[in-house]
């Protein structure tokens, strides 16, 4: 898949402001700082598509891109360390749990988790609730370039032992830096799409 045409539609912090139309969505969850909008950048061949920060929690609202008028990407405010008040982690919370719950348009859930550590508890949650609710999900760990080859392995188990991965969740490496695993996402978005 080549996406030639990406475009940031709008930002929302709630529903009356999702824009309005068919096709599936493809939402990208994980912590603060983990990449989501390296992998939007990384998949589209756009360095300023969505916008990167070494600070965590810069994405405070819930941001739409439309990809070749096929699908969006939508990406989700970041969930765990960020140097925010508790009242606004809040607000990030149910921000995310509104879309998620009532978004139609909702097709399957990118779940990013960072390579070189042991998944969080929030990222555990997460990965639990996408579960239950039967929602289609792709992890991806991202930041993979950083992961030395004799570690490769190891992380990979314990990424998938530690989440509880079923047989019927994906699961892939990621690096913004090389393109690693920008095949396997296709992959995942692909059925998706008519």
């Known amino acids: 898949m080549k996406i030639n045409n990406p475009q940031y539609t709008c930002s929302a912090t709630k529903p009356k402001?999702?824009?309005?139309?068919m096709l599936p969505e493809i939402a990208l969850a994980g912590r603060s700082n983990v990449g989501k909008s390296s992998l939007i950048n990384r998949l589209v061949n756009h360095k300023k598509l969505a916008r990167t920060s070494s600070k965590p929690g810069k994405t405070q609202s819930i941001n739409f891109y439309q990809m070749d008028r096929k699908f969006y990407f939508v990406d989700l405010p970041g969930y765990g360390f960020a140097k925010v008040?508790?009242?606004v982690k809040d607000e990030w919370g149910t921000m995310i749990e509104t879309y998620l719950f009532n978004r139609r348009n909702l097709e399957g859930v990118i779940l990013l988790v960072d390579a070189r550590h042991k998944p969080t508890n929030d990222d555990q949650m997460m990965y639990d609730w996408l579960l239950e609710m039967?929602?289609?999900t792709l992890v991806v760990a991202t930041k993979f370039d950083k992961v030395k080859k004799s570690k490769r392995q190891k992380q990979e188990k314990l990424i998938k032992e530690t989440l509880e991965l079923?047989?019927?969740t994906k699961f892939t490496f990621f690096s913004a830096e090389t393109g690693d695993g920008k095949k396997e996402v296709f992959k995942f978005i692909n059925q998706f799409i008519d």
């Open 17 to 21: 402001d999702y824009p309005r139309h």
């Open 85 to 87: 008040p508790d009242h």
């Open 134 to 136: 039967k929602v289609p």
């Open 166 to 168: 079923t047989d019927f």
